[in-house]
């Protein structure tokens, strides 16, 4: 099972908006509802932000959005602000045989 | 607040056993399912396995056969071993829980780093 492919790199203004992609198979990402997305800065835990394609865990800010087209899931974060700047993963449920497959990883950078 | 804590040792020689410990606090280890995550310098995020109190386990395929899961209920920890380590499972191991329904992980631990190396 091959990774979910994501973008190296990121980047936008304070304010600004941006849309990490998370590109996977029919065996993946558009055979099933179950796409999450976390959060994590270095030397801290991961932290879940999307869960099941598009909801926010309690506590994340609706800034943090998530939608799914095809084979192709998207994070948005909207008003970007300094603490936003992260890596970012996405993952899905693959089936009952293989089960999880991570992405490769996006780094958001705040200009 | 669930908070999940990894232990062990930070490095493991070839061909060795590691094992790792994960602490769990705010949740009893008894009401969920208890993940591991490991990331390979450079590489993406790899699931592991899973297991749940009772001891029903499911691995990754790819390590399967290597990799053993277990929990402690009276300590609320769980517990990881690989056998026969080599350089590629030198990496960044996470635990964390998986929910009950669907398939994402709601707490993760910080990490622990395990070398493998002679």
């Known amino acids: 099972q091959s990774a979910l492919t994501q973008p190296r790199s990121v980047s936008g203004s304070p304010g600004h908006s941006v849309t990490v992609s998370c590109t996977g198979t029919?065996?993946?990402?558009?055979?099933?509802?179950?796409v999450s997305w976390y959060q994590h800065h270095p030397g801290k835990a991961p932290k879940l932000i999307i869960y099941?394609?598009?909801k926010r865990p309690s506590g994340v800010p609706d800034r943090f959005s998530g939608s799914k087209s095809g084979n192709t899931a998207s994070l948005t974060i909207s008003g970007l602000q300094a603490d936003d700047e992260a890596d970012y993963y996405c993952c899905s449920y693959a089936g009952s045989y293989t089960f999880g497959v991570f992405g490769t990883g996006t780094k958001v950078t705040v200009l | 607040q669930v908070q999940v804590q990894e232990s062990g040792p930070g490095l493991v020689k070839p061909s060795e056993i590691l094992s790792l410990s994960c602490t769990v606090s705010?949740?009893?280890?008894?009401?969920?399912?208890w993940a591991w995550i490991r990331q390979s310098p450079g590489k993406e995020l790899e699931w592991i396995g899973y297991?749940?109190?009772?001891?029903?386990?499911t691995y990754n395929p790819s390590l399967k056969s290597r990799v053993t899961m277990s929990v402690d209920t009276s300590k609320n920890q769980f517990s990881l071993k690989v056998k026969s380590v080599t350089a590629a499972d030198t990496a960044v191991y996470y635990c964390?829980?998986?929910?009950?329904?669907?398939?994402?992980?709601?707490?993760w631990g910080q990490g622990t780093l395990v070398s493998v190396s002679s």
């Open positions: 964390a829980r998986l929910a009950t329904y669907g398939w994402h992980f709601d707490y």
């Open positions: 099941d394609v598009t």
């Open positions: 705010g949740d009893s280890i008894s009401r969920s399912y």
């Open positions: 029919n065996s993946d990402v558009g055979a099933y509802s179950y």
């Open positions: 297991i749940y109190y009772g001891g029903r386990t």
